[in-house]
């Protein structure tokens, strides 16, 4: 099979078309005939080394969090999928390929309403915007949440899940993103570039911090007393978060069937829909890694394979 590997870490350019063994499952294990796997920023940070205190490659390695695709083989264990099954799912690595292997416990049956593309884009940002608001910061009906790069990948999804919830939603993004932050429903849109949000906001019930650095710190003066910040790029101040009286938590996500269920059926009733910013061929995952680093692509970009 055609698979994307790096053999170091470094830049994009480190990313190469190799031909190599498919993958055999294991007992709990599904093989799946990739269609499209979408590329998050995990994934170049992960190629660039500065994550390798928590994700250590061993080379070479094949990147990919996010695929969608089929089944084509089942381990003796799996009773849940049989071959042929459209499937998405969250593994940790070896997404560029043809073929991906995963413990049946991270994938689920794709949205129904969905193209392999745009399934592709869900699981990592969804799931990742799920947990946060629903496991971690258990937002309620009515409740305010102020997202942080509401148009990039893990904050669109955040919206659409909160607003799906009956939260009041206000969302950051720069002026050319502010008319997209009304498409996806966002309360109270607030231009980055021309407002300091915490002048604006000041009785949120969660903050969903997606920036870090001067950002999140800037975030603990809009929370209400009480209230709660989650990061996913960086362990917020617990000294601050003392000060201004409320909590503060660093999350990472964890993969779940579970979830990626639940959100398919948000999906497929239409109350969330995937922004698909670019769509490349297998062989052109430098360009999108690129693409990638460049923190300005709206919604996410996938890798078709087959």
Do not use: C
């Amino acid at each position: 099979m055609k698979a994307i590997r790096i053999h170091q870490y470094g830049g994009p350019e480190v990313l190469a078309q190799v031909e190599t063994q498919r993958p055999t499952p294991g007992h709990d294990e599904v093989l799946i005939k990739v269609h499209a796997a979408a590329v998050n920023p995990i994934d170049w940070k992960m190629r660039a080394g500065h994550v390798k205190e928590f994700f250590p490659l061993t080379f070479p390695a094949t990147l990919g969090w996010d695929v969608s695709g089929t089944v084509e083989e089942t381990g003796d264990q799996v009773t849940q999928f049989k071959r042929g099954d459209e499937v998405y799912a969250l593994i940790q690595g070896g997404g560029y390929a043809e073929y991906a292997v995963a413990p049946a416990t991270v994938v689920a049956k794709k949205p129904r309403t969905l193209d392999h593309i745009h399934a592709a884009a869900v699981p990592v940002a969804g799931v990742t915007a799920w947990q946060v608001l629903f496991e971690v910061a258990q937002i309620q009906p009515g409740q305010k949440v102020l997202i942080h790069a509401a148009a990039g990948g893990v904050g669109n999804f955040a919206v659409q899940l909160a607003k799906a919830k009956g939260a009041y939603v206000i969302g950051t993004a720069s002026s050319r993103n502010q008319t997209f932050l009304g498409e996806l429903g966002v309360d109270k849109a607030i231009d980055y570039q021309k407002t300091r949000f915490e002048d604006v906001v000041k009785d949120a019930d969660a903050v969903l911090d997606t920036i870090g650095g001067d950002t999140q710190e800037r975030s603990f003066k809009a929370l209400k007393k009480g209230g709660i910040l989650v990061s996913i790029v960086q362990p917020p101040s617990q000294d601050l978060a003392a000060k201004h009286g409320v909590r503060a938590s660093f999350y990472g996500g964890h993969a779940s069937s579970s979830d990626l269920t639940e959100i398919a059926k948000l999906i497929d009733s239409g109350k969330v829909k995937i922004v698909v910013d670019s769509v490349l061929p297998l062989a052109e995952a430098r360009r999108a890694h690129e693409l990638s680093e460049s923190g300005h692509a709206r919604g996410k970009i996938v890798l078709k394979v087959a």
